[in-house]
């Protein structure tokens, strides 16, 4: 079996551009991903990405994609890494369909949507009930709906809805809105929009598709007619393929300022490790310390 000196896992920023870096330094790699873009293709209005005044997620992973191609990267799509192994000097990598074997590794996984973990939830996902705003929303055409979350997430599921939908709900379990201020106040000035703090989502039902939300305000147990749910209340890191670095009390993985990790030659990027800011740029920064911490390590081999 070939024995690469770098094996990338993931696709979202951090993954590209760590691969960008490693082509550069003319390191032998491949990507293993799901997907190309990750959670970014899930945004929507994006303003804070340098060298642009907006652009929406699915149009940014557009040119990361053109920019990529430049350097004929080897990415294996549709080929999610489940598992990662230590294997005396090198590192094995168990996919959906091969095994890989490795003498450095950049976990770049990202992360994915936290569950409300209540009754009707299971029941009536994809039926009525997503965690995806941007793949979605134009589903709910002149439809009523929820959004789960007061969070960037939620409010950005808020600004692509309120195109689209006839009325949104936007439900907050704390007493106010944590997502960016600048954005929290654009959104209080849309009238289809009714803001719901300190409510607690109890319920969801309906018969073959959704049809209500029962959430508890003020002891009070408030029942709401809606077409459609956003689940939209942050995530969690993929970071259960492997059990032989060091992780936080979140599971994130925790890297140090070159992103090594507590295991020699496993590095990490991006959203799935402790990084203190979950933005894209932030990501693909993260991805570019990586992979040349990764080639200064394989020097030394």
């Given amino acids: 079996m070939k024995i690469y000196e770098l094996i990338i896992v993931g696709g979202g920023p951090s993954g590209l551009t760590a691969g960008i870096y490693a082509s550069r330094k003319k390191i032998d790699f491949i990507i293993l991903t799901k997907d ?6 899930y945004s ?24 990529i191609k430049e350097f004929n990267v080897d990415i294996r799509e549709n080929e999610p890494v ?24 950049i976990i770049a996984t990202g992360r994915k949507p936290k569950e ?10 994809n039926r009525g009930l997503t965690y995806c705003a941007t793949c979605d929303a134009p589903l709910f055409k002149d439809k009523i709906v929820a959004v789960i979350g007061g969070g960037n997430a939620g409010l950005d599921a808020v ?17 106010q809105l944590t997502g960016d201020k600048f954005v929290v106040e654009k959104i209080k000035k849309i009238d289809k929009v009714k803001i719901l703090t300190n409510s607690h989502v109890t319920e969801i039902y309906g018969d073959i598709f959704v049809k209500g939300i ?15 749910i956003f689940v939209e209340i942050g995530s969690i890191p993929n970071s259960e393929i492997i059990d032989f670095v060091e992780k936080n009390g979140f599971g994130e993985i925790i890297v140090d300022c070159r992103n090594n990790t507590s295991h020699p030659g496993i590095f990490a990027a991006g959203d799935v490790t402790n990084v ?26």
């Fill in 36 to 41: 190309i873009g990750g959670q970014t293709l």
């Fill in 44 to 67: 929507w209005d994006i303003e804070n990405y340098i060298g642009y005044q907006f652009i929406t997620g699915p149009e940014l992973v557009e040119k990361f994609k053109d920019h």
């Fill in 82 to 105: 489940i598992k990662i192994l230590s294997d005396n000097k090198n590192f094995r990598l168990i996919t959906n369909k091969n095994e890989y074997l490795s003498k450095t590794v």
């Fill in 116 to 125: 409300l973990m209540i009754k009707g939830e299971k029941e009536f996902r």
């Fill in 159 to 175: 600004l692509q809805l309120s195109r689209i939908a006839k009325k949104i709900y936007l439900i907050e379990i704390k007493s």
């Fill in 214 to 228: 029962k959430i508890e305000k003020d002891n009070e147990i408030i029942d709401l007619k809606v077409d459609g």
């Fill in 276 to 301: 203190f800011a979950k933005q894209i740029i932030v990501a693909c920064g993260e991805g570019a310390k990586a992979a040349i911490s990764a080639f200064e390590y394989l020097k030394y081999l």
